[in-house]
């Protein structure tokens, strides 16, 4: 029965890896890769969010970072605005400016 729990919670621990935060409404959802790493941009017009879906070595965390900020300008067509303090090395936040 243990055995039988732990493969289910594994499931839906991995299931969620490529979602966006709980809450965040989005309106469209692109995948793509920027710099040698991928990503899923979820994104509406005032928001998004870019999950990389590769592994990266801990030296290339920032490179990563920096990738997922243009990720969300290519998949959105937008500007970002600010980056918001719950970003982290997997999951960027941002607001966005886009064009009218």
Known sequence: MIRFILIFLSAIALTACD???VGF???DVK???VAGHDFKVFYNDKKAQSVRLNNVKLR???DG???ALIAIE???GCKI???DKRTDAVLVIASLRCPK
């Open 19 to 21: 979602t966006p935060k």
């Open 25 to 27: 409404k989005y309106s």
């Open 31 to 33: 995948e793509l890769s």
């Open 60 to 62: 290339q965390r920032q």
């Open 65 to 67: 970072a920096d990738a």
């Open 74 to 76: 290519q998949a959105s």
């Open 81 to 83: 605005r600010n980056v």
